[in-house]
């Protein structure tokens, strides 16, 4: 009678280890649907932002400020809705957890963890803008569907050193995009008997000094989107103005390359850019042509013994 109760005891015990081992793998079929379940939502949501958002590459300016806040509160009551729905999934801090992760587990360098960490932040910063109704460009402009938004501009110190903090977010290309050059052209206040000055800096094939691709660090974060920031050199004490001009190589859907070029052509330069007193400043200079000269509201001046330049771009030696 003994023995066969410890056997009966014995197949309970393997039967609940079976029930319960059944139950488990439930379990855990159920989350890795669940989880499925959330990241197909997430495709669908953006795809559907994919789609509204490819008017507002191509609509002006005052349109674009008024619609973009509009398309990205739609999105964020949506990806709100996801969260409610599944929040075991919806994690925004995911890689920062990984990262944290990895290092304690010895598999990532501090190094590594750091330079992850900065562009996470970036990215967390500008979904939070965004999800708060505060993404607002400063300036903004758009070529053959590629749209160029400057959000931010600040000083900063970058290795010693001051620099302007132009954070951006480019929307609509399709591919990596080159970077050919950003001209920043300073008309300075004209002296009279003296030929006007503009002053210029320019980098040719000059990336940003940080890229992000900000899906990469927060799967949740719009889609369609570069983010970064240009480290601009500090500008001259005398400049009040900057006529800035970024061109990029585009790809198009078939993979055929082709020319963006975005213009702001009047940035005003507060005293927080600019060179301290005393300090001179490091860059290019040239003759301003009359049609800079007029479109700044200054007179053409004649100065005997100068060269100036005419609308064409011709030199023109001015003799009297």
């Known amino acids: 009678m003994e023995t066969q109760m410890k056997s009966i005891l014995g197949w309970l015990v393997v039967l609940g280890l079976v029930v319960g081992g059944a139950g488990f ?8 649907t669940q989880e499925q379940a959330y990241h197909l939502e997430l495709a669908q949501l953006k795809r559907g932002f994919l789609n509204s958002f490819v008017g507002l590459r191509i609509q002006s300016t005052d349109e674009y400020r008024k619609e973009v ?9 949506e990806l709100d809705k996801l969260a409610k729905k599944y929040p075991d999934f919806y994690d925004i801090e995911r890689e920062l957890k990984h990262g944290e992760a990895e290092l304690a587990a010895g ?3 501090e190094s590594q963890k750091l330079g992850r960490e900065e562009r996470i932040a970036i990215t967390l910063d500008l979904f939070k ?18 749209r160029f938004d400057v959000w931010d501009i600040t000083p900063a110190k970058v290795s010693g050193e001051m620099r302007a903090k132009m ?3 480019h929307w609509g290309a399709f591919g ?7 001209i920043g052209n300073m008309p300075i206040e004209q002296e009279k008997g003296k030929p ?34 240009y480290d601009l050199p500090q500008f001259p004490r005398e400049a009040t103005s900057v006529e800035l001009t970024f061109v990029f190589d585009i790809r198009t859907i078939g993979g055929s390359s082709q020319t963006a070029t975005i213009l702001f052509d009047d940035v005003p330069i ?5 060179v301290p007193e005393g300090q001179k400043w490091e860059g290019q200079e040239r003759l301003a042509s009359d049609d800079e000269l007029r479109a700044a509201g200054a007179t053409v001046q004649d100065v005997p013994g100068t060269t100036r330049i005419d609308a064409d771009g011709a030199e023109i030696n001015v003799t009297r």
């Open 25 to 32: 793998g439930l379990w855990q079929f159920n989350q890795t």
């Open 69 to 77: 806040g509009i398309a990205l509160t739609k999105y964020f009551g």
């Open 107 to 109: 598999r990532m360098p």
């Open 129 to 146: 803008r965004m999800r708060q109704g505060q993404y607002r460009p400063l300036y903004t402009g758009s070529d053959k569907t590629f």
């Open 167 to 169: 954070s951006y977010a």
């Open 176 to 182: 990596p995009v080159s970077y050919q050059s950003i």
């Open 196 to 229: 006007a000055e503009v002053k210029q800096f320019v980098g040719d094939g000059q990336p940003p000094s940080l890229q992000i691709d900000p899906e990469r660090w927060v799967a949740e974060f719009p889609p369609g989107v570069e983010i970064g920031h």
């Open 270 to 274: 507060p005293e927080s850019w600019k």
